[in-house]
């Protein structure tokens, strides 16, 4: 029984990921939005004539910043191809187990944010002049935007189910998910301004949300599903 | 969505809720009475420090809130009855005015203690910042979510809300004491004199059963307008 959920989340998973690699919509638009994000608040950091401690204290700040805004931005538009295309409207009538349908959404998304955090990693310590280009390619920094990335993915996941049929939109999902991803971001910044203070804390933080987030985008998913079950058949 | 038998009976006209409302005006007259004309300024702060009764009064009345709110959204989504979304509703906007009131009252003392209104090494006035945004997000749902599909999708965000409050307080705990600025008063055996400790618990308890109050009436005034939709008034 759980294999046989596993396995339909892989498909999903995989179907996600295909129909995004043929169409690249998602991924042309993240990289974009990363880079554009990126020169800006680049611009902002020379504007104000910082030091290069000080720009080396902000980047994990600016980077985190740019990879919420950009995958907010990109998680909705993901739900609202499915929404109008009618395919969550097949696979419930398909019978697909929710938790399958939410594990292979919360993983798509996974990937494409991570895509976004290694080229604000990569662009953004560029555009600060900073010489520490790698800074954010060790394996803590990898940990750390993996499980910023998972607990965007995870609640970004469950409520975009919710904005996709808001009337605002996409637009709304910062709204809802930027004060549960607040803490993550505070905690992520600290891990990579690299104060050896309180590390163990900010690590319990992380994953302990993600944890939480996670859980909780399991049970409660299948109540946004709720009224699009209720539809006559 | 199952429909509970709304009583066709004006939900104001009882005689607890005169009770209670009479017992609330009492003690919150009471409270003023204590704290603007028996308690003497405190040494430090002079008469600023007056704002700390209804500081923390409103503190706990928003964590009240934010309780009350998430037995309402379990509630919904359990038994999908409108007068347990009713609660969820009145419970997120009632935590939204009092977590207003503790963000306020805690700038005008941080104004006067360390002459910062807000700072982000206080992991207090974040965390409360943070409850902040969630409880807009909240309020804003409400308004952008179709009738039908609203209850459902904020009982969801209530209960993410909801895990986030304890979250958001005890983290605060575990961080080093070097880390915070606010003043832990009553755990560290402050207010030593009994006029202070008596007015100090007396407001918070005229501050809390306001919040209750306030959750009452607002709960009973959307009962009133589930009713007046029904019959189409």
């Known amino acids: ?233 | 969505m199952s429909q509970p038998s709304i009583p066709n009976t004006n939900p104001f006209k009882s005689e607890l809720f005169t009770v209670a409302t009479v017992l609330v005006a009492a003690w919150i007259t009471y409270a003023m009475h204590l704290v603007f004309t028996v308690v003497p300024n405190e040494v430090t702060m002079g008469a600023v420090q007056r704002i700390f009764y209804f500081h923390v009064g409103s503190a706990f009345a928003t964590y009240a809130a934010a309780f009350c709110m998430l037995i309402g959204s379990l509630g919904f989504l359990a038994l999908k009855q409108n007068h347990l979304d009713s609660l969820q509703l009145a419970a997120a906007e009632v935590g939204l005015l009092f977590c207003s009131l503790v963000l306020i009252t805690g700038m005008i003392w941080g104004q006067f203690a360390w002459n910062l209104a807000f700072s982000f090494r206080e992991p207090r006035l974040v965390s409360t910042l943070v409850l902040w945004l969630l409880f807009v997000a909240l309020v804003a749902l409400r308004k952008f979510a179709d009738r039908e599909q609203a209850p459902a999708f904020c009982a969801v965000l209530g209960i993410l809300g909801a895990i986030m409050v304890p979250v958001v307080v005890f983290s605060v705990k575990l961080l080093s004491p070097i880390a915070q600025l606010h003043p832990v008063v009553v755990e560290h055996g402050g207010l030593r004199e009994a006029t202070f400790r008596t007015t100090f618990w007396v407001a918070n308890g005229a501050v809390v059963s306001m919040g209750l109050l306030f959750i009452w009436i607002r709960h009973r005034i959307a009962l009133l307008e589930i009713r007046s939709n029904e019959q189409n008034i």
Not at chain 1, 51 to 66: C, F, G, K, T, Y
Not at chain 1, 160 to 172: L, N, Y
Not at chain 1, 204 to 218: C, F, N, S
Request: charged share 10%; glycine share 8%; proline share 3%.
């Open chain 1, 1 to 233: 029984m759980f294999n046989d959920k596993l396995r339909v989340c892989w498909r999903l998973f995989r179907k996600d990921l295909v129909i995004e690699a043929r169409r690249g919509e998602l991924l042309a638009m993240i990289v974009i939005a990363t880079i554009g994000l990126s020169v800006i608040l680049s611009y902002g950091a020379w504007l104000a004539g910082l030091s290069e401690n000080q720009r080396i204290l902000l980047a994990p700040a600016l980077s985190l910043s740019v990879l919420l805004i950009t995958a907010l931005s990109v998680i909705g538009k993901f739900s609202e191809y499915d929404e109008q295309s009618g395919a969550l409207e097949g696979l419930l009538m398909a019978d697909v187990p929710s938790e399958a349908l939410y594990l292979s959404r919360v993983a798509a998304i996974w990937v494409i944010t991570f895509v976004a955090a290694l080229v604000a990693s990569l662009i953004l310590p560029t555009l600060l002049g900073l010489p520490q280009v790698a800074a954010l390619f060790t394996v803590s920094g990898i940990a750390c935007v993996a499980g910023i990335s998972l607990g965007l993915a995870s609640t970004g996941a469950l409520l975009a189910s919710v904005t996709a049929r808001v009337r605002v939109g996409g637009i709304f999902l910062l709204t809802l998910v930027l004060p549960l991803i607040i803490p993550l971001f505070f905690a992520g910044c600290e891990v990579l301004s690299g104060q050896e203070s309180g590390h163990d804390f900010w690590w319990t933080v992380i994953w302990g949300l993600d944890a939480i987030y996670l859980a909780a985008g399991l049970w409660l998913h299948p109540y946004v599903l709720v009224n699009r079950t209720a539809l006559p058949l």
